[in-house]
T-cell receptor, first 112, second 111 residues
């Protein structure tokens, strides 16, 4: 049973436009959500996180939105740059467990 | 920048060999994790540790074992490698309920 789902395996966006990556979760105990960026043969790099007490967190070009009632979060990258091309993973954690559950990832391609 | 290191980065080894994948962190994090990832798939948690002498199996069953004798060190061992163990192994650490930092990973190929 997959608790964190990223239903879009890939996304292509023009340079300068907005990239929107989506993530859904099923476990209502999750209270901390993270986005990671990953290149092949490397470890994931932390991008941004959000606690369940918030509905938005912003860091430069990256903004994460959380909709608890829909159990949905999204990562917005604006403006998108060719260097943003990578696989993006959504992850979630429940307080008290300290385990991070990952989605299957979305491959983002930013076209120059 | 995260200070978590994995060695080796790449390993090709024959079936039946014993291997140990090393993971060390210098951040003093109490929690450490091992994930396994196959191409195009999610990261699966195979082991985690909440502190010294504490280890637990993750959500994905694995034939590997781990130990946590020192806070900074969390090695993973396969007693007898098989081709089905071919994968990328990712080590991570975290402090309480915050983000986890990952090492660069070990890509293991068993022939």
């Amino acid at each position: 049973d997959q608790q964190v789902k990223q239903n879009s395996p890939s996304l292509s966006v023009q340079e300068g436009r907005i990239s929107i990556l989506n993530c859904d979760y099923t476990n209502s105990m999750f209270d901390y959500f993270l986005w990671y960026k990953k290149y092949p043969a490397e470890g994931p790099t932390f991008l941004i996180s959000i606690s369940s007490i918030k509905d938005k967190n912003e860091d430069g070009r990256f903004t994460v939105f959380l909709n608890k009632s829909a159990k949905h979060l999204s990562l917005h990258i604006v403006p998108s740059q060719p260097g943003d091309s990578a696989v993006y993973f959504c992850a979630a954690s429940a307080r008290g467990t300290y385990k991070y559950i990952f989605g299957t990832g979305t491959r983002l391609k930013v076209l120059a | 920048e995260a200070d978590i290191y994995q060695t080796p980065r790449y390993l090709v080894i024959g079936t039946g060999k014993k291997i140990t994948l090393e993971c060390s962190q210098t951040m003093g994090h109490d929690k450490m994790y091992w994930y396994q990832q196959d191409p195009g798939m999610e990261l699966h948690l195979i082991h985690y540790s909440y502190g010294v002498n504490s280890t637990e199996k993750g959500d994905l069953s694995s034939e590997s074992t781990v130990s946590r004798i020192r806070t900074e060190h969390f090695p993973l061992t396969l007693e007898s490698a098989r081709p089905s163990h071919t994968s990328q192994y990712l080590c991570a650490s975290s402090h309480s309920h915050t983000e986890a930092f990952f090492g660069q990973g070990t890509r293991l190929t068993v022939v």
